[in-house]
T-cell receptor
Framework: DVKVTQSSRYLVKRTGEKVFLECVQDMDHENMFWYRQDPGLGLRLIYFSYDVKMKEKGDIPEGYSVSREKKERFSLILESASTNQTSMYLC???????????????FGPGTRLTVT | GQQVMQIPQYQHVQEGEDFTTYCNSSTTLSNIQWYKQRPGGHPVFLIQLVKSGEVKKQKRLTFQFGEAKKNSSLHITATQTTDVGTYFCAPHTGTYKYIFGTGTRLKVLA
């Protein structure tokens, strides 16, 4: 089974702090993603990476950066946390599935971040 | 940019009733995925639709892709309490990227 793990389930940080969210997948997937999930807004893509050291902006990259030094690990960084970044953060990875002819995504359990 | 609307936002049904959620895009789609997220859980991939007019079934779930490839639907026959959760459509927007709809939260009353 594919396993995607995230470093914390719950995190509380203060405004202005630098925050690191870590994601690790164990299935050698090329693609990794960071989303945030807010009520009524669905999942919004922050950044994604299709290879080591490669990254592309998603729909809402402002205030975030990412790092992918190893294939299995994708980190999301909040340079200076703000209260409007309080949210559920979901990491996902994907690989081309021959059976489904698709890049089905496997999600981690999520990190609920509260910025006070 | 591309917009994806999912309706309804919420749906409460009695156990045994049918349920349908609709996903509408402003642009023609190459393919679309559907995911389910149980309360407190994370999204789990259900299926992908690629062809115009395609219909796929998974037990009580029927997925349909519109003829114009701008809309899709998920229909659940005779809902059960295990169907509770939020259902997301996710149209394909780039080589690796999918945009997620706002989701439909289903509550099944026993």
């Amino acid at each position: 089974d594919v396993k995607v793990t995230q470093s914390s389930r719950y995190l509380v940080k203060r405004t202005g702090e630098k925050v690191f969210l870590e994601c690790v997948q164990d299935m050698d997937h090329e693609n990794m993603f960071w989303y945030r999930q807010d009520p009524g807004l669905g999942l919004r893509l922050i950044y994604f990476s299709y290879d080591v050291k490669m990254k592309e902006k998603g729909d809402i990259p402002e205030g975030y950066s990412v790092s992918r030094e190893k294939k299995e690990r994708f980190s999301l960084i909040l340079e200076s946390a703000s209260t409007n970044q309080t949210s559920m953060y979901l990491c996902a990875s994907s690989l081309w599935s021959i059976a489904q002819s698709s890049y089905e995504q496997y999600f981690g359990p999520g990190t609920r971040l509260t910025v006070t | 940019g591309q917009q994806v609307m999912q309706i309804p936002q919420y749906q409460h049904v009695q156990e045994g009733e049918d349920f349908t959620t609709y996903c509408n895009s402003s642009t023609t789609l190459s393919n679309i995925q559907w995911y389910k997220q149980r309360p407190g859980g994370h999204p789990v991939f259900l299926i992908q639709l690629v062809k115009s007019g395609e219909v796929k079934k998974q037990k009580r779930l029927t997925f349909q892709f519109g003829e114009a490839k701008k809309n899709s639907s998920l229909h659940i026959t005779a809902t059960q309490t295990t169907d509770v959760g939020t259902y997301f459509c996710a149209p394909h927007t780039g080589t690796y990227k999918y945009i997620f709809g706002t989701g439909t939260r289903l509550k099944v009353l026993a």
